[in-house]
């Protein structure tokens, strides 16, 4: 079967795109995880698949880790899925909006940019001490689309990201299904680092828009710092996180803006 394909890269996060909107493509885990294999496959962090909407939303963004695993969302994916699907609609629209499993997103397109309407962020946790290989950390938690577990550290070039990004995806305090693993360094009361191992890839990533998101949520509730959040992710890019928070502290709000381009198409078979 030969597949006709899109490569795209949102902050240095990777992606395979695929236009499904006639649903016939019907790829199961292990034909994901080899579209996504770095060696023998086209290489990414993930796929994504148009498909139309069950509701009123103009598409339905499907996103696969690259372990041929379904998740409920991922940032720069949806940056990407968006300007992606704007080549597909007759006019090219200002705005859009999409189903994912993690809720409606709308999305603003603007040149390379792509703004997107995040929606509430779920189950906020607050700091808590965790053991995570042989030291303690203070360890937040948030639900920004995908769960996110956050660490504040004095400087994110001194870890071994993929050892204790690893132990902090899989602590006991996240079972079953685990959790991102984020690290910030603060470096002004709007400006943060972050590196973050993504479950599903299994790996540090170079950018990850959910993990940012978070990761300036909590800097906010830390520090009391006012919107917007400047994040500087590994792939060099920097993205902005805009939120407004209600009167109870919760955050109603929440906006990520950031890079999606396209890299190349292609036809692969499998």
């Not at 943060?192 to 790996?203: A, I, K, M, Q, S």
Request: with cysteine; hydrophobic share 40%; aromatic share 8%.
């Amino acid at each position: 079967m030969d597949i006709r394909f899109t490569k795209m890269n949102g902050a240095g996060n990777d992606f395979v795109v695929l236009d499904n909107r006639t649903r016939s493509l019907s790829l199961d885990r292990t034909a994901i995880a080899r579209l996504c294999d770095r060696h023998r496959g086209i290489g990414a962090d993930g796929l994504l698949a148009v498909e139309p909407a069950d509701g009123d939303a103009d598409f339905r963004m499907r996103y696969y880790n690259s372990d041929g695993g379904e998740a409920e969302m991922c940032g720069n994916g949806a940056r990407c899925f968006a300007r992606f699907a704007a080549r597909l609609m007759p006019e090219k629209p200002a705005s859009m909006n999409f189903e994912t499993q993690a809720g409606l997103i709308t999305a603003s397109l603007e040149g390379e940019f792509v703004t997107l309407d995040m929606g509430r962020p779920q189950d906020h946790r607050r700091a808590s001490a965790l053991v995570i290989s042989g030291a303690e950390y203070q360890v937040h938690f948030i639900n920004t689309g995908v769960p996110h577990a956050v660490v504040f550290v004095s400087d994110v070039e001194d870890l071994d990201i993929q050892a204790l990004g690893s132990a902090l995806r899989w602590h006991e305090a996240f079972a079953p299904k685990g959790t991102n693993a984020n690290f910030a360094q603060v470096l002004d009361s709007g400006t943060l680092v972050l590196r973050t191992y993504e479950r599903g890839v299994e790996d540090e990533t170079l950018a990850c828009g959910t993990g940012v998101c978070a990761a300036a949520l909590m800097h906010a509730v830390e520090s009391d710092a006012s919107s917007p959040v400047h994040v500087k992710v590994r792939g060099g890019d920097t993205m902005s996180v805009d939120f407004q928070k209600s009167a109870d502290g919760t955050f109603e709000t929440v906006r990520l803006t950031g890079p999606a381009d396209f890299v190349f198409e292609g036809t692969i078979s499998l």
